[in-house]
């Protein structure tokens, strides 16, 4: 006799583990990212509060974040902010802006489909997203003439930055 189950409990789960370690521990403003390549278990992975990033799937790796316990723990992560980047164009209230802003010590990232992927994947994606962001941070603070003005720059930004072509050719020009 023959039965099937669910997953296995010691399924894992490929992850990329992302550190805020800053060079002088007295003053946190010099912060080095460090990336570790790490695996969950499916168990230890449903007990964390996972955040998808719109954005991320948006540009060809569909994440999720959630806080892993470590250490630094009060240490902000700002790599990870733009991958809560508010995206439409249509919502001139918070294109631009960021949703979620409580990113501090580690935070573990998986794919959202729980695919393999390597730091070689995330990096480029994150250091993109943060580029992004301080472009999107001067159009918030912008003033416009109109609020037509201001939706066509919106739209404008997120034709040239916030399309899966836009980071491949960003990504092609690194190399």
Request: glycine share 6%; net charge neutral; hydrophobic share 35%.
């Amino acid at each position: 006799m023959s039965t099937t189950s669910g997953p296995s409990s010691s399924a894992t789960i490929s992850t990329i583990l992302v550190r805020p370690v800053p060079q002088d521990p007295t003053n946190q403003t010099t912060i080095q990212t460090v990336y570790t390549p790490h695996t969950i278990s499916q168990n230890d992975s449903s007990g964390l509060e996972w955040i998808a990033s719109p954005i991320s799937a948006t540009l060809g790796l569909p994440l999720k974040a959630a806080r892993y316990p470590g250490e630094n723990g009060k240490v902000p992560n700002k790599i990870l902010l733009g991958l809560f980047l508010h995206t439409d164009p249509e919502d001139l209230e918070t294109f631009g802006k960021i949703r979620y802003r409580k990113m501090t010590g580690s935070v573990v990232l998986a794919r959202v489909d729980e695919q393999a992927m390597t730091i070689q994947d995330v990096e480029p994606l994150l250091t993109y997203l943060n580029s992004v962001s301080a472009e999107l941070y001067q159009y918030c603070k912008a003033e416009f003439a109109n609020e037509d003005e201001r939706k066509r720059k919106a739209k404008e930004l997120a034709a040239h930055l916030l399309t899966r072509e836009a980071y491949e050719r960003w990504r092609a020009g690194r190399q």
